[in-house]
């Protein structure tokens, strides 16, 4: 494949868990891949790093400082690279978090992707654009829950999130663009931010297990979510681009558990008794609380032929080996033996 034949793919959030995952995926498949990442006194590209010093023939990763809060920088970098594919994964995508930062988190996870579709509609750029879009848009509406279920976000990054889904439609039913919303229902690996809750967990038992940690401080443990694979669902990104027609997919596996469950599967997979470490802790309540879901991705198998494989005790076995594993190399964010063929 020569350089001009080559796709072109743009990732925004390209250092984190999806983006790092995408990343990996498109250029398994022989993609050019620009991923956008913040100007920073410090580096965050750990989840990357191995794809950056990986050898190459020639090289296909390249990485651009920029920022979705700036537009003009958008339209500039986006015309320069022309390219085929677009996936908008960054955000502020910490739930608990945007309650203190509401103002910041609907500037970045909400406008953010406005001034994506804006600069490809100002560009006239012929491309596929992809919408990170959250089952925390669907907040207080009970489960299960699908593409016609409406939302009902309890978190300013719920709402954050439903504008971005309303817009990337509107660019598409008013320009004609081919935008999709991929509605991704939580989805982990051994790449996950230290503090979100199942890596927080899982980090934990390692911790324990060693002996260099005695408690997990928590919050509501009843918390219901459909927790899958994050390897798995970048796939379902991948396709929803790759179909003949746009449309809005969710992407779940429809199996529930409660954080209680997660906790189970977490310890006794290394034969310990989680209630014997978890403590409550109030500071981690939301102050307002998305008690279930659960999500029904019939669309995405029939029209993409994607379906869920790894179910949540698995991922909770992987993601506690991987931590385990961690412990033992000095200063390694993550072990993750996941790649793509």
Known sequence: ?????????????????????????????????????????????????????????????????ADLTDGSRLVTLLDSIQPHEVYNLAAQSHVRVSFDEPEYTGDVTGLGSTRLLEAIRVIGLDTRYYQASSSEMFGATPPPQNEDTPFYPRSPYGAAKVYSYWMTKNYREAYGMFAVNGILFNHESPRRGETFVTRKITRAVARILEGKQDSLYLGNLDSVRDWGYAPEYVEAMWRMLQHDEPTDYVVATGHAASIRDFLDHSFSHVGLDWEKFVRFDERYLRPTEVDALIGDASKAKQLLGWEARVLTPELARIMVDADIESLKVEGTHYVDTARFT
Not at 1 to 22: E, H, I, N, P
Not at 37 to 57: C, G, K, M, W, Y
Request: glycine letters at 8%; zero cysteines; hydrophobic letters at 30%.
């Open 1 to 65: 494949m020569t350089t001009t034949d080559r796709k072109r793919a743009v990732v925004t959030g390209v250092t984190g868990q999806d983006g790092s995952y995408l990343t990996e995926l498109l250029l398994s498949k022989g993609y050019e891949v620009h991923g956008l990442i913040r100007r920073a006194s410090t580096f965050n590209t750990h989840r990357i790093d191995h794809l950056v010093s990986a050898p190459q023939e020639e090289k296909r990763l390249h990485l651009h400082h």
